[in-house]
């Protein structure tokens, strides 16, 4: 017998109930949790054991679930979590990945019914960003590998098909993006074997918006150097400060030199569900290919990223591959080409578009409108308060749901952060704008109100305010 299943199915269904009822009050009851706790160190070392030989009764497992790993995750579910650009997950997405586990469903390929709700969550995306219906895409984990997806289509527009068996040869690829953008992009043109120091980062205005006669400059100044512009990158609410490049200024330089107009709209994206919003992205639909994750303002759980591209036969070109143990057929199971596999880098792929439809379906488009509109007017309230205190100082303009601020003493805001991450109570992150250390409040969550805001505030300035006296006391 090597069956796994259970032998007592009623047990499970007990357990399984038990683990349903105890995951909706965890989400019920988020805001008495921390926000954020450290792992002890047994805990910590407890992940070090080797591997289990022999069975553990799934009771006692749960138990070490809910002991030791329950309480240590990130904590991006907590409304008073303000770091990085994390997605505060809801409870339908929650709901629906265990309905996706029991589907077990491989969507890399083949003719069922995920990759029919994948393509459908395709399509709402392009609609959502005015893209033609005829724009195909794919999910995959986030927009880091969307982005990758987006330079190899750019790259085979460039290079030819040529590029998929003799490799890069001889020319040398430059693409633009602004100096705010993502890590991810030049992550995406090492990989794709073209080098980071091929990607030229274009300073940016005072709005944090690529500044269009440089880039117009560096793209001539290439060109006369015989290198070959192929792709400009656009940002749609940049990580550090959520600035969004002119998309449609962009769009005119790309087809002023015939190159590929890729937008980088990791979280920037779900504004198209604002009427308020919208407007700041308009030029998006004009893009050759736009990366953007479902886990992040569409409230999706981990993972649920996507990518868009306009020229779908380019797409499946660049990607597909003729092999026999994968080759479509008219009918049957190996029916419904093209595949997801020819799509992107994955074979095996789980059935990520499962939460997204029922998100979508459960809330509607509206209502997640209705968030991103309420974190920004969150935002946009937190840089106004902190604009009127002369402790602090407001380091770029908000342009959408992120608020990066300094403090006008000599406090340490790494420190500061770190202490009111570790003490549970809230989770802003930090950077760096024009090089003055920043805490960065990106207000992603649904949870998230006024209230948590206030919280925030009066938190920082309580820290500073005792630091500010001590560092006096030192210096006299
Ligand atoms: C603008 C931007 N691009 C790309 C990424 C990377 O996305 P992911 O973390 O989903 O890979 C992020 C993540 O925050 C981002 O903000």
């Known amino acids: 017998m090597s069956s796994l299943d259970p032998s007592d199915w009623a047990s499970l269904r007990a357990l399984g109930h038990q683990m349903m009822d105890d995951m909706i009050d965890h989400l019920a009851g988020l805001r008495d949790r921390p926000v954020w706790q450290p792992m002890p160190a047994a805990i910590r070392?407890?992940?070090?054991?080797?591997?289990?030989?022999?069975?553990?009764?799934?009771?006692?497992?749960?138990?070490?679930?809910?002991?030791?790993?329950?309480?240590y995750v990130t904590g991006n579910t907590h409304p008073r979590f303000f770091g990085w650009v994390h997605g505060g997950g809801n409870a339908v997405s929650m709901l629906a990945e265990f309905l996706a586990?029991?589907?077990?469903a491989n969507c890399g390929g083949r003719d069922h019914v995920g990759i029919a709700v994948e393509r459908q969550v395709i399509a709402w995306s392009a609609e959502m960003l005015g893209m033609p219906a005829s724009t195909r895409g794919v999910l995959l984990t986030g927009s880091s590998m969307a982005n990758f997806v987006a330079v190899l289509c750019a790259?085979?527009?460039?290079?030819?098909?040529?590029?998929?068996t003799l490799g890069l040869g001889g020319p040398e690829l430059t693409a633009y993006a602004a100096a705010g953008a993502h890590r991810c992009v030049g992550g995406a043109m090492d990989m794709a074997g073209l080098g980071k120091d091929a990607l030229r980062l274009i300073p940016v205005d005072a709005e944090g918006k690529m500044d269009l006669r440089v880039l117009a400059a560096a793209i001539e100044a290439d060109k006369a150097a015989a290198r070959i512009p192929f792709?400009?990158?656009?940002?749609?609410g940049s990580v550090d400060t959520g600035a969004v490049d002119d998309l449609a200024g962009?769009?005119?330089?790309?087809?002023s030199h015939w190159l590929w107009f890729h937008v980088d709209?990791?979280?920037?994206?779900?504004?198209?569900?604002?009427?308020?919003?919208?407007?700041?992205?308009?030029?998006?639909?004009?893009?050759?290919?736009?990366?953007?994750?479902?886990?992040?303002?569409?409230?999706?759980?981990?993972?649920?990223?996507?990518?868009?591209?306009?020229?779908?036969?380019?797409?499946?070109?660049?990607?597909?591959?003729?092999?026999?143990?994968?080759?479509?057929?008219?009918?049957?199971?190996?029916?419904?080409?093209?595949?997801?596999?020819?799509?992107?880098?994955?074979?095996?792929?789980?059935?990520?578009?499962?939460?997204?439809?029922?998100?979508?379906?459960?809330?509607?488009?509206?209502?997640l409108g209705g968030v991103v509109e309420t974190t920004c007017e969150l935002a946009q309230y937190l840089g106004q308060r902190v604009q009127e205190d002369e402790r602090?100082?407001?380091?770029?303009?908000?342009?959408?749901?992120?608020?990066c601020f300094g403090v006008r003493s000599g406090v340490d805001v790494e420190e500061l952060v770190a202490d009111m991450q570790e003490e549970g109570k809230f989770a802003p992150s930090t950077t760096k704008v024009n090089g003055r250390p920043a805490i960065r409040v990106a207000i992603v969550n649904h949870r998230t109100e006024q209230a948590d805001i206030d919280a925030l505030l009066a938190d920082v300035l309580a820290r500073i305010e005792p630091r500010q006296a001590a560092s006096f006391d030192a210096s006299h």
């Open 45 to 71: 070392a407890g992940f070090q054991a080797p591997m289990p030989q022999e069975p553990t009764p799934l009771a006692a497992v749960y138990e070490a679930f809910k002991r030791d790993i329950q309480p």
């Open 101 to 104: 586990g029991a589907m077990n």
């Open 155 to 164: 790259r085979y527009k460039a290079l030819g098909p040529e590029v998929r």
């Open 231 to 236: 792709l400009i990158i656009g940002t749609a």
């Open 250 to 255: 962009l769009r005119a330089v790309a087809d």
């Open 265 to 367: 709209a990791a979280f920037g994206a779900l504004a198209a569900l604002s009427p308020k919003f919208k407007p700041l992205l308009a030029g998006i639909e004009t893009a050759d290919s736009v990366a953007f994750d479902f886990h992040k303002w569409a409230q999706v759980t981990y993972d649920a990223g996507c990518i868009l591209v306009r020229d779908s036969d380019l797409q499946l070109a660049a990607f597909t591959q003729a092999t026999n143990y994968l080759a479509a057929s008219p009918r049957g199971l190996a029916g419904g080409a093209p595949w997801a596999c020819d799509l992107g880098p994955d074979l095996s792929r789980g059935f990520r578009a499962l939460k997204i439809w029922m998100t979508l379906s459960a809330y509607g488009a509206a209502a």
């Open 392 to 403: 602090l100082e407001l380091l770029a303009p908000v342009t959408l749901n992120i608020v």
